[in-house]
């Protein structure tokens, strides 16, 4: 994939190339207790799909198209959630030349995202709806986009900003993160910033 930077300091014609050797400087990865109450929430879907197919025979009449969907449902659940509990693709990934945030698609390697640094804005402590109900912290990266590079519609693993939160193009819930979300903004920042002096 490539990109291209509309900075004043280089001209509108430089290429950026997402280069997949380029050193990992830091990674913010994916909560690893969601991810295990994932898997048991698939192993509970199971369990009652076995009893709708009429399989597990207990009290109640079977109904073996909501049982077999559910059965469907909670095995590719556990099977995501195993995957990224013991082959773990991160949600960001900071480069020397940007970052790759996993957007693209739920769970993959291809789905991380390339943004180079002359894009990013800001990094920064946000905050967004929670699926109880309330606020939620959140890491949120703001992002210059335009004709040349724009994100795509469908942002995968990404929230929206709370109401009254700082506005953010990607937002990641601290329930999805995996340590303390305001020291992984102030790393991916400090790492935005040195780019930017650069």
């Known amino acids: 994939m490539l990109w291209f930077m509309d900075k004043s300091r ?6 950026i190339l997402d280069d997949p050797k380029d050193s990992i400087l830091d990674t913010v990865d994916v909560n690893r207790f969601t991810l295990v109450l994932g898997c048991v929430a ?8 076995l009893i709708f197919t009429g399989i597990a025979h207990l009290k ?20 995501v959630t195993v995957r990224q509990l013991f082959w773990p693709v991160p949600l960001i990934e900071v480069t020397r030349r940007g970052v790759r945030v996993r957007i693209g698609s739920p769970v993959r390697r291809s789905g991380l995202f390339f943004v180079p640094w002359a894009r990013v804005r800001a990094v920064m402590f946000t905050q967004t709806v929670a699926s109880r109900g309330g606020r939620e912290d959140a890491l949120g990266i703001q992002i210059d986009q335009d004709d040349r590079f724009r994100l ?6 990404s929230s929206h900003a709370a109401p009254d939160a700082q506005e953010c193009d990607v937002v990641f819930a601290a329930s999805m993160i995996s340590g303390d979300v305001r020291e992984c903004v102030r790393k991916i920042e400090e790492q935005r910033i040195r780019a930017e002096t650069q």
Do not use: K, Q, Y
């Open 10 to 15: 280089v001209t509108a014609s430089t290429v």
């Open 42 to 49: 698939g192993i509970v879907f199971g369990f009652i799909g």
């Open 60 to 79: 109640g009449a079977p109904r073996p198209l909501i049982g077999w969907a559910m059965l469907t449902l909670s095995a590719f659940v556990i099977v």
């Open 152 to 157: 795509p519609e469908v942002r995968w693993n």
